[in-house]
């Protein structure tokens, strides 16, 4: 097994650049490594947090008494067959998608703003503009300090930013089904995408993407915060966007405590408000859950 990292800091691994030292983080390079990880976790009784590119997660300032697990190596790589993309899930979407626009391949676009990885979207069953992973997933190679199974996207349980699985389930590898496409329409395709982007979320800040999960009906968290005047407003190095009321910015020094401040007066004053009770779509780690709306 590669030798562990101690205390590295979880704002090192997270894009919103927030959070204290991991107790021990794990680079397994292959899947007699990540075994090997997993097994050493469980000799030790500690838990285990597999971290993407770390781009919904929002860590503790205390940092994280567990073993922080990112898949890289083999873990990481991408290759096709067919129509078939095969990822490691720690093989990030850019690389999956510039892969599958060089084979000819389409149906990936959707993920060109999503800067993660293929473990983080199958757990988070990420999406935009009205495509998602369970769209294109065939199966994902689900790994424990047991053993490993392949698993459907039904025995994966994806539904809105939701996934069944559970902590210390690692997702190793996974197979997308796309489907023929030139390059230059993926290519296109993608253009316009990240335009309308940039027109309208932060994408050249430090977020961890949507704070809050759409609630039901036509309206949008963004919106809702909007509505509320919240847009620009701070505490501590931590600010609602200015550009897009769903996005909380460290706009320099923030604290994951700044951000979880802010998190709770949004959910304060759209329930005021609106009587709207919103659900966080961020991942905690070593964060005890919001305070209740009262
Ligand atoms: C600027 C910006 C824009 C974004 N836009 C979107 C968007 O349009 N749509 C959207 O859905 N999301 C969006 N996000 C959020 C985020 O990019 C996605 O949720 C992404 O899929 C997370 O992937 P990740 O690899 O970074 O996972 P992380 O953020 O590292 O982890 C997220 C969760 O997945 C788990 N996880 C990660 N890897 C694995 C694995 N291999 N096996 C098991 N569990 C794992 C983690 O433990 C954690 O619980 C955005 C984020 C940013 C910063």
Redesign the pocket.
Same mark, same amino acid.
């Given at each position: 097994m590669t030798a562990l990292d101690r205390d590295v800091p979880l704002a090192r691994l997270t894009?919103i650049g927030t959070g204290g030292p991991a107790r021990a983080l794990a680079r397994p390079q292959s899947l007699p490594e990540l075994v090997a990880a997993l097994r050493l976790a469980r000799e030790e009784a500690l838990g285990v947090? #597999? &971290?993407?590119?770390?781009?919904?997660?929002l860590a503790s300032d205390e940092g994280l008494d567990a073993l922080v697990v990112r898949?890289e190596g083999e873990l990481a790589s991408v290759s096709v067959a067919e129509d078939v993309l095969e990822a490691g899930?720690?093989a990030t979407n850019a690389v999956c998608l510039h892969r599958a626009r060089g084979a000819g391949l389409g149906g990936f676009e959707f993920a060109c703003?999503?800067?993660?990885?293929?473990?983080?979207?199958?757990?988070?069953n990420?999406?935009?503009y009205g495509s998602?992973w369970s769209e294109v997933l065939v199966r994902a190679l689900v790994v424990t300090a047991d053993g490993e199974e392949w698993r459907s996207p039904e025995a994966l349980g994806l539904e809105y930013?939701h996934s069944a699985?559970a902590s210390g389930? #690692? &997702?190793?590898r996974v197979e997308y089904r796309l489907v023929p496409r030139s390059p230059d329409e993926i290519k296109a395709t993608v253009a316009d995408l990240v335009a309308r982007r940039k027109d309208t979320?932060?994408?050249n800040k430090r977020?961890?993407?949507?704070v809050f999960k759409n609630p039901p009906g036509d309206v949008g968290a963004g919106q809702i915060l909007e509505l509320c005047g919240l847009k620009g407003h701070g505490i501590g190095g931590a600010m609602i966007s200015p550009k897009h009321a769903n996005f909380i910015e460290n706009a320099g020094g923030a604290t994951t405590e700044d951000c979880l401040a802010l998190m709770t007066e949004a959910r304060r004053r759209a329930r005021e408000e609106f009587g709207v009770e919103l659900q966080r779509e961020v991942?905690f780690a070593g964060i005890p859950e919001l305070p209740a709306l009262t």
């Open positions: 894009t947090f #597999v &971290v993407g590119l770390g781009s919904n997660v898949l899930g720690g703003a999503i800067p993660g990885t293929a473990g983080g979207g199958a757990f988070m990420a999406g935009a998602d930013r699985l389930e #690692v &997702v190793a979320q932060p994408t977020t961890f993407g949507s991942v």
